[in-house]
């Protein structure tokens, strides 16, 4: 019985549609019968022009989600690569052309150990991750990376980073701005909790 009524319903639901459908298309050929021949024309054209905009625009969101996978294809490889072993030749390869990663100030810092090297190169490949995430997201703002900021702040942190920021900033200068933003927000941080520590221990104790 139910099943019977769902049939009648849906059959019910296709014939109130087709009339609807029917009555549109009446409208429509009543409409343009009484038409001009230069306005049948002008509607032609107007309706060539919807389907042209309509195809467009259906194509620029096709081609929109391909950016975006691609985008995130090429990060995922990227990131992956952030975690590769530093390999012995990638250290005597930056003290045979330690100028392509850093200038001669920083090398002398470095170039006494192997350790400091590898962990200067493992925050260059972090640095330029970042650097390609932030481009995307300043060049296609339809494709938000929401950690790159907190990413930055913790890695402004660390002394090797910063090393990289100075020698790569001309690089990727767009990137660096943020760096350098994120820099003097922490050491504003950092005044304003010694202002408050330093107030803190100067308030007079009160007395029972």
Not at 41 to 58: D, H
Not at 90 to 113: A, R, S
């Amino acid at each position: 019985m139910t099943i019977e009524i769902i049939d009648q319903c849906i059959q019910l639901g296709i014939a109130i549609i087709s009339k609807m459908m029917d009555q549109w298309i009446q409208l429509g050929t009543d409409i343009i019968s009484k038409m001009n021949p230069g306005e049948r024309i002008q509607l032609g054209i107007a309706v060539i022009l919807a389907v042209t905009l309509s195809l467009i625009f259906r194509q620029v969101q096709v081609q929109k989600k391909l950016l975006k996978a691609q985008l995130r294809h090429d990060l995922f490889e990227m990131y992956l690569r952030l975690y590769d072993t530093v390999t012995e030749d990638q250290i005597k390869e930056l003290h045979l052309c330690h100028k392509i990663y850093m200038d001669d100030e920083t090398y002398n810092e470095y170039k006494l150990g192997d350790q400091a090297i590898r962990k200067y190169i493992f925050m260059s490949r972090r640095y330029e991750c970042l650097a390609f995430i932030h481009a995307i997201s300043v060049e296609y703002p339809f494709i938000q990376f929401r950690l790159w900021k907190k990413w930055t702040r913790d890695l402004c942190e660390e002394k090797e980073f910063l090393d990289v920021h100075k020698n790569y900033s001309l690089c990727y200068d767009k990137y660096a701005k943020s760096v350098v933003k994120e820099i003097q927000n922490a050491k504003q941080l950092g005044q304003d909790q010694s202002k408050a520590k330093v107030q803190g221990n100067t308030e007079p104790k009160s007395t029972a």
